[in-house]
């Protein structure tokens, strides 16, 4: 799920900013830039940044702002930037890559933002961190509530959809024993087979294979369950992308098989948009948290 946010905290000498972006991704990911005085804080950042966001690729950008003379203040080494900058252009013409060498870049760029002299004790700046980092993740996970909302809705009219679908499946189901039925006795009276009746019990043998091999009632009531799964996750606070992940193979699997047992060219038809809508439904659970 996409989305971003922004928090600062200042302290007496120094402010640090924080700056937080994510989207879609099937796992979690983070991808963490921080000034080199508060790298031993990495761990605590991700593991504050995991415990808001389950899934997807979060990129974190701390910044530390210091008073002019006070430890840990960062500078621009020019020299090094200046290099960067040639070796970027060069590098771009060679791959014959279009595109400016931004300034966001070369700050990027290891060693171009060093601090002053002076030690910068990371303990002391941590709670200045904590402080961001914590309005930063209400914003990020604010946007990304209201894009879940959406997702929601598009996902309960899919399975709406399928629902629809299946309900139309599970109508036409009775009648395929009956044609079938039919069918067998004009086959048998084409090929000049005497039978007596219809309930011949030769007839009845092959209605009651026929009648086996082609029940769909399981697979009906197993997507049906999935159905009232589906609503759960809704209802739920947990994340549940991975759930619904998995539920939307299980769906997936369920449909082949009726498919495959229907026997009817009217349900055939109704697979073939089980199908479509459910597919629907599997791409938009990649984005779901």
Not at 228 to 247: A, I, M, N
Not at 248 to 273: D, F, P
């Amino acid at each position: 799920m996409t989305g971003c946010g922004r928090g600062e905290c200042a302290r007496e000498g120094f402010k640090v900013t924080v700056e937080l972006s994510s989207v879609n991704r099937k796992q979690s990911e983070i991808a963490l830039n921080l000034p080199r005085d508060l790298e031993v804080l990495e761990t605590r950042i991700r593991d504050a940044i995991n415990r808001r966001v389950a899934r997807g690729r979060v990129t974190a950008r701390v910044l530390l702002h210091a008073a002019e003379g006070a430890p840990g203040r960062e500078r621009i080494n020019l020299a090094l930037a200046t290099d960067y900058a040639r070796d970027f252009r060069e590098l771009a013409k060679t791959l014959n890559l279009a595109g400016e060498v931004t300034l966001d870049a070369i700050l990027r760029a290891p060693g171009v933002l060093e601090s002053s002299s002076g030690e910068l004790d990371p303990e002391a700046v941590w709670p200045a961190v904590e402080a961001a980092l914590t309005q930063a993740l209400e914003a990020l996970v604010k946007m990304r509530e209201c894009e879940g909302q959406n997702l929601a809705a598009d996902l309960r009219q899919r399975m709406t959809n399928v629902a629809r679908s299946l309900a139309t499946v599970r109508a036409l189901a009775p009648a395929v024993q009956v044609r079938y039925r039919e069918q067998l006795l004009e086959r048998v009276r084409a090929a000049g087979v005497e039978v007596g009746t219809a309930n011949d019990e030769r007839v009845l043998k092959e209605l009651v294979f026929f009648a086996d091999r082609s029940d769909i009632t399981e697979e009906i009531t197993r997507l049906q369950s999935h159905f009232q799964q589906f609503e759960d996750c809704l209802k739920s606070s947990e994340p549940v992308g991975r759930t619904l992940d998995f539920l939307s193979q299980e769906m997936n699997r369920e449909i082949n098989t009726l498919g495959a047992k229907a026997n009817s060219s009217e349900i055939s038809r109704e697979v073939v948009v089980l199908k479509t809508e459910l597919e629907k439904f599997r791409e938009q659970v990649q984005n779901v948290e």
